[in-house]
Each structure stands twice: as structure tokens, then as C-alpha cells.
């Protein structure tokens, strides 16, 4: 009966239609956003800040305590590096208190008081 109505309206040809689904791949499907601690202990440090904030989804939490009691002129080449950095990927970079600096990708917003 169901069929009969399906000839009589033209809905039994949308039934044979093939669909080929799309499955995405794990990377596609994790887009989270997560918030990452460093602690900022050499220069060299920053190579890793940097590789994972241009993965894109990642939110750096600096703590630069421990190299501003070492040597506070690496100190200002690493928060240099990572400020040019931050600013050619259009991210956004910011300090919170006296030990702790926010780097964040493009689409994120850092709120300053």
C-alpha cells in the first residue's frame, strides 16, 4: 500500500539514490581548543610554544619565572620571538601578572583589564 502511494506521488525513484557517506578524519573531528601550561626555563623553550600554537587550537599558558631569575636579557629575546610569532599567525599575546604571559591563535580574544 505504502509503495503504491510512493509510484502515485514520485517518491519511490528518491529511495534508489545512492549516497556515498563521508567519514572525516580524527583531526578534523577533534577541533577543541586546549589550554596548554609551558614553563619558560631557556630560550629554546620557545620552539616548542611555537610549534604548538601554529597547530592552530592550542591556548599557551607561559610561566616565565624561572628564566626572568636566570637571565632576564633571554628573557626578553624569548617573549620577543614569541610576540612576532603570535602577531604574524594573528594571534593574540598578553602578560598576567609578573610571571605568567597568554598566547593565544586568531580567533581568541585575550581580555586585559
Do not use: C, H, W
Not at 15 to 21: A, D, F, G, K, S
Not at 47 to 61: C, S
Not at 89 to 108: H, K, Q, W, Y
Request: glycine share 4%.
Amino acid at each position: 500500500m505504502v509503495r503504491i502511494f510512493k509510484r502515485i506521488f514520485g517518491k519511490e525513484q528518491e529511495e534508489t539514490e545512492e549516497y556515498i557517506p563521508v567519514e572525516l578524519s580524527k583531526e578534523e573531528k577533534q577541533k577543541k581548543l586546549i589550554v596548554k601550561p609551558f614553563i619558560l626555563n631557556s630560550f629554546e623553550d620557545t620552539n616548542k610554544i611555537l610549534e604548538v600554537l601554529r597547530e592552530g587550537y592550542a591556548i599557551a599558558v607561559i610561566d616565565i619565572k624561572p628564566l626572568k631569575q636566570k637571565d632576564i636579557i633571554e628573557l626578553k629575546r624569548a617573549i620577543s620571538k614569541l610576540k612576532k610569532t603570535v602577531q604574524a599567525l594573528e594571534g593574540d599575546i598578553a602578560g598576567f601578572g609578573e610571571n605568567t604571559i597568554i598566547a593565544a591563535p586568531s580567533f581568541v580574544e585575550i581580555a586585559r583589564s
